[in-house]
C-alpha cells in the first residue's frame, strides 16, 4: 500500500495575517462546543471538529520549534560560544526562538499513541513519538551532529475551560545539553491561554526559569503580564521581559526586554551595553515546509502519514472527507486499545524509556544520538 504523506508548511510569523483558514462565527462556534462544559473541567480529551483543527499533529508543531528556523542556528550558536555568559544568553536566545504565534480557535490533532515525527534540518536530527495517549504525553530526543548538543523534552498538558477562557499548562521538562562544555541547561514551559471575552485571542503566559547548575548561571523570563486585566486587553502583547544572574548570589548580570514576535535585547547591567540578542523576522518567518527525501524509509507511524488524509481534507476545505479520515484513525487507535486490554499487554515506546510516579511522567531516549531522517528541511 502506498504510503500518503501530507507535509504542511510550518506555522511562522508572517502566516498569522492570513486569515483564510479561519471559521466564520468563530466565538459562536467555540462558545457552542463548550456549552455544556462546566468552569475547571479538564479538556485533555476533549474532541473538536476538523473545521478546528490545523493540518498537523502536535507532535509536528514540538518538533517544528526545534527543526524549523530561517537559516539561523540558534541551538548550535549555544555550544559556539567560549564564555558561560555567552552561552547562557545564547541559550534564553534560542528558548525564545521556540515561541510561535498561534491560531487563535484552532488546534493540532492529539496525536495517537505510537505515533513518531522524525525531519532533520542541516546538523540537527529530532525525534518525536506519542508515548502515552490518555493523558496525551510527548516525547522528543533531538541531536546537534555538528555541536554536540542534546535536546529532550517529555511534555503533557492539562486544558482547563474557566469560562471566559481556557488555561493550559504545559508541565514536563525541558532539557539541553552542551556535551562539549559538560553544561546542562534545565528549562521549564510557559503556560498557554486562549481567550474568548472580551477579547479573542491566544497568548503565552507566565515565568521562564533556565538554569545551569555547572556554572551557576540562571535566567529569568517573563511572557506578558501576571494582572488578569492584561491578559484581556492586549496590554504588553508579546512583551518579554527578564533578567541573567549568577544563581548564588543573585547578582544581575543582563537584563532581558523586548517582544518575542519582533526584537529582545539584553543589557549588560555593569557597563549599560545594549544589544540585540534576537530578531523574529530572521528566525520564525519564511519557514521551508519539509520534503520526503527518501519515502521507503518514512514510517508508517510518521505524522504526516498518519494524519495524511485528514490534513489533505483540510487544506482543500474537504470537511466530509477531513471528517472521515479522523474518524478513521481515531477508531485504529480505539481497535489497537482494545486488541491491547484483551490480550493483556501494555504499550511500550519504541524511541523512549518512560517511568511515571502519580501524574508525573518522565523519559530517557533509548539512542544517544538521533540519525538522519528520510525527511528533511530543504536548504
Known sequence: MK??????????????????????????????????????????????????NLARSQLQCYGEIVYSFDGHDLLGECSRRDKPIERMKAMVTWYISTLRPLIFGLAPYNPVIGETHHVSNGHINVLAEQISHHPPVSALHA??????????????????????????????KRVVKLLNHKETYEMNQPKLL???????????????????????????????????????????????????????????????????????????????????????SENIAKLKTPIVKNLQEVSESESAVVWGEVSEGIMTNEWEKAREAKRDVEEKQRESLRKRKASGQSWIPKHFSVARTGKDWDCVPLQPTVPRAPIVVPL
Open 3 to 52: 504510503k500518503h504523506v501530507m507535509l504542511v508548511k510550518p506555522f511562522s510569523l508572517e502566516d498569522e495575517k492570513d486569515s483564510e483558514n479561519t471559521p466564520p462565527n468563530l466565538i459562536q462556534r467555540i462558545l457552542s462546543l463548550f456549552k455544556n462544559v462546566r468552569p475547571g473541567s479538564d479538556l485533555t480529551n476533549f474532541q473538536l471538529p476538523p473545521q478546528m
Open 143 to 172: 541531536t546537534h551532529e555538528k555541536e554536540n548538543v542534546d535536546v529532550l523534552l517529555c511534555q503533557y498538558f492539562t486544558p482547563k475551560f474557566r469560562g471566559a477562557y481556557v488555561d493550559v499548562e504545559v508541565k514536563g
Open 194 to 280: 486562549m481567550t474568548f471575552l472580551p477579547a479573542m485571542g491566544a497568548h503565552w503566559a507566565g515565568k521562564i526559569v533556565i538554569k545551569c547548575p555547572e556554572t551557576g548561571l540562571e535566567a529569568e523570563l517573563q511572557l506578558l503580564s501576571d494582572s488578569f486585566l492584561s491578559r484581556f486587553t492586549g496590554n504588553n502583547k508579546r512583551a518579554i521581559k527578564g533578567k541573567i544572574f549568577e544563581s548564588s548570589s543573585r547578582k544581575q548580570l543582563y537584563e532581558i526586554s523586548g517582544h518575542w514576535d519582533r526584537t529582545v535585547t539584553a543589557k549588560n547591567t555593569k557597563t549599560g551595553q545594549l544589544e540585540v540578542i534576537y530578531k523574529a
